[in-house]
């Protein structure tokens, strides 16, 4: 290993072929401005990380597979979120509405992401009891999920919306860069609900909802939200209409990922038997 010069105050090293890097872990490290030349990266995994104006040049993805905010990326000088988009909402017909700022349309979004969870929740029964709690490759299970569908709700429309101060359910699911403050919000990270509380809180919070949009229609809803989830950028505002859509968006965006895990432990029993 040998270090390079001093870079803007800082240590640069350069790890070579003779390094032995295989398995190594990196956690909440910076690696800003970091730069990878004829290194192997087989079987590599990101999670949770931030790539932001990364650039990759002579490049092999074979086999790739990218779940996140894709905005800007070009592929081969080609931008592929449309492209991507416009796939996913092929598959899931009432999806692109999920953006729209006509209540009507984002409530008829929500009624298609909710019918098509139900067909999931009856797939995974059809699995071995249990099936909802496993987790594949480290990510949510389906009743993780659901947990953090309910803490999207209670942030967006419980708090947001309707301004109820002790908006959250005590085994709401955040995002990971947020856990280290769900506390001040009466959640518990070490919570274990039964699978039938997880159901009843999720249909709990989607009634709210549904009374949201009653009470919404024919009102201003491009007017800022009274106020905005507190894990949101100080100083921002939402529409009504962008606060309200977010739960369509979200189940839409998190049955993507419960369906291609769901799809691993059918072909695990399958193989089982």
């Known amino acids: 290993?040998?270090?390079?010069?001093?870079?803007?105050?800082?240590?640069?090293?350069?790890?070579?072929?003779?390094?032995?890097?295989?398995?190594?872990?990196?956690?909440?490290?910076?690696?800003?401005g970091a730069r990878f030349r004829l290194a192997r990266?087989?079987?590599?995994?990101?999670?949770?990380?931030?790539?932001?104006?990364?650039?990759?040049?002579g490049v092999d993805l074979t086999d790739?597979?990218?779940?996140?905010?894709?905005?800007?990326?070009?592929?081969?000088?080609?931008d592929v979120a449309p492209l991507v988009e416009a796939e996913l909402n092929r598959r899931h017909p009432g999806r692109e509405q999920a953006r729209s700022a006509d209540l009507a349309e984002?409530?008829?979004?929500?009624?298609?992401?909710?019918?098509?969870?139900?067909?999931?929740?009856?797939?995974?029964?059809?699995?071995?009891?249990?099936?909802?709690?496993?987790?594949?490759?480290?990510?949510?299970?389906t009743a993780q999920t659901l947990r953090h569908l309910v803490f999207a709700m209670d942030g967006w429309v419980?708090?947001?919306?309707?301004?109820?101060?002790?908006?959250?359910?005590?085994?709401?699911?955040?995002?990971?860069?947020?856990e280290p403050e769900v506390a001040s919000l009466g959640v518990d990270l070490a919570a274990a609900p039964t699978w039938?509380?997880?159901?009843?809180?999720?249909?709990?919070?989607?009634?709210?909802?549904?009374?949201a949009y009653d009470d919404l229609a024919g009102t201003d809803v491009a007017a800022d939200a009274p106020r905005i989830p507190p894990w949101y950028p100080e100083g921002l505002t939402r529409a009504v209409h962008q606060s309200l859509g977010v739960v369509a968006r979200e189940h839409w965006a998190h049955l993507q990922f419960v369906e291609r895990d769901l799809a691993t432990l059918e072909e695990r029993a399958r193989e089982a038997r």
């Open 196 to 211: 039938e509380e997880t159901i009843a809180a999720h249909a709990d919070r989607v009634s709210q909802v549904y009374a």
């Open 64 to 78: 790739a597979d990218i779940d996140g905010e894709i905005t800007g990326l070009r592929v081969n000088g080609v």
């Open 106 to 141: 984002q409530r008829a979004s929500l009624d298609a992401a909710l019918r098509a969870w139900d067909a999931h929740l009856a797939r995974a029964a059809a699995l071995a009891p249990g099936a909802v709690d496993v987790s594949v490759d480290g990510e949510w299970s």
């Open 1 to 32: 290993m040998s270090e390079a010069a001093p870079i803007v105050g800082r240590m640069t090293t350069t790890f070579g072929p003779d390094d032995e890097l295989q398995g190594a872990r990196f956690v909440e490290a910076d690696l800003t």
């Open 41 to 57: 990266l087989d079987d590599v995994r990101f999670d949770q990380s931030f790539m932001p104006r990364a650039v990759m040049r």
């Open 158 to 178: 419980r708090y947001g919306l309707l301004g109820i101060d002790d908006a959250f359910w005590y085994a709401g699911l955040p995002f990971t860069e947020y």
